[in-house]
C-alpha cells in the first residue's frame, strides 16, 4: 500500500465488513429498510421514482422492498401532499418507533465500541465521515439529506 488511499479503501472494506457483522442479532429491518425508513424520517414523503433516484436503486427493487416494508406496518403509501399525480411513502408511528429502536441500539453499540476514546476524537471521527460522505455525494451528484444540524453544528437543508 503505498498512496494512503490504498490504505483508506481496505479500512473502507472493513468499516463496511463490520457493519454488517453489528447489524446482525436481534434486529428488526435489515439494512435496505433502515435506509429507506431513514431517508423518508430525514426527507419526508417520497414517490417511488424519488426513492429510486435516491437510492439509486431500480423501481422494482424498491417496489418489492416497500411492499414488504407495507406489510410489516413501516410505510404507508399515501397521496401526494404537494397535490401531484404519484402516491408517496411515508414512514407509520410503528415504522418510526421500530427505527427509534434500531437507531438507539446501534448508538449502544457504538458507545461501547468507543467507550475509551475521549469524546472530541468522537466528533473528530463523526465529521470527517460526514466530509467524506459528502465528498461521495458530490462526486456523484447525489446529495443524502441529512439532520438540521450536522456534527460540525452547522445547519444543513433537509433536502
Known amino acids: 500500500m503505498t498512496k494512503p488511499t490504498d490504505l483508506l479503501e481496505f479500512e473502507a472494506m472493513l468499516f463496511g465488513r463490520y457493519s454488517l457483522i453489528s447489524r446482525k442479532g436481534d434486529h428488526r429491518l435489515d439494512r435496505s429498510a433502515y435506509t429507506i425508513l431513514s431517508l423518508l424520517r430525514t426527507n419526508g414523503p417520497l414517490s417511488i421514482g424519488q426513492l429510486s433516484e435516491a437510492l439509486a436503486l431500480d423501481v422494482s427493487t424498491l ?3 416497500t411492499a414488504a416494508m407495507m406489510k410489516s406496518g413501516l410505510l404507508e ?6 397535490g401531484g399525480i404519484a402516491r408517496k ?7 418510526d418507533a421500530t427505527l427509534e429502536d434500531e437507531r438507539a441500539q446501534s448508538i449502544r453499540h457504538l458507545d461501547a465500541i468507543l467507550a475509551d476514546w475521549p469524546e472530541e476524537e468522537v466528533a473528530n471521527l463523526a465529521s470527517y465521515l460526514e466530509r467524506f460522505n459528502t465528498a ?3 462526486y456523484h451528484g447525489r446529495p443524502w439529506p441529512r439532520p438540521a444540524a450536522s456534527v460540525s453544528g452547522q445547519r444543513r437543508p433537509n433536502k
Open 89 to 95: 411513502f411515508r414512514v407509520t408511528p410503528e415504522g
Open 77 to 82: 403509501r399515501i397521496p401526494d401532499p404537494d
Open 63 to 65: 417496489n418489492r422492498q
Open 136 to 138: 461521495i455525494e458530490r
